[in-house]
């Protein structure tokens, strides 16, 4: 009986039809939203990374098999998270690769008003990660960037960044990529081996 029961949640946890299982994000067990507050949720295998420093209006990176995406935004804060699984560890690879080169790319852009920043360090969540921290006139945030196996997992929230980037600062998305980790490793396709 209780064979059956863990053959039938590791069969609700593959992939069926492209999409995640639902309850996969954090951010999909949220509270009704108030009058000044939002959700929106994102099921699409072709939706930007959320850590987007160029404000790429498409996806640029290849081999996605599944992704899904959650945004919160109040009056005074913001948070995303977004999970996306690829075709295989190399794939998974290549994003990262690419995103480091996006942060790198577009780390200092527009004058004045206009004008943005990105920093970035090395963390060591999962396989590879990357903590960035993107500067605007009025706002920042803080973003985690993880790859374990073939899925990437960012999560980001808004924050006023320093070039130094503590890793105090980064505490509550780094626990939140860690028991993302375990979930992601329930499912066949990411390859966590």
Known sequence: MIQMGVAAI?????????????GMLFMESHPPAKQWESYKT???????????????DKAWDRGRV???????NSEEEGRYEQLVIYRDVEHAKQAVRGLR?????????????????YFTKPTDVGDEAVRAGGRFFHSG?????????AAVYIVGQSAWPTRSLPIRHFRGLIDQAERMIVKVCELPESKCD
């Open 141 to 149: 945030e803080h973003a985690l960037a993880v790859r374990r196996g």
């Open 101 to 117: 080169a996006e942060l790198k790319k577009c780390a200092d852009q527009g004058k004045g008003t206009e004008r943005y920043r």
């Open 66 to 72: 599944a992704g899904r995406a959650m945004q919160y």
């Open 10 to 22: 590791a069969a609700a946890m593959t992939l069926s039809g492209g999409g995640l299982p639902q």
């Open 42 to 56: 994102y099921e699409s295998k072709r939706f930007p990374l959320q850590l987007n420093p160029c404000f790429r």
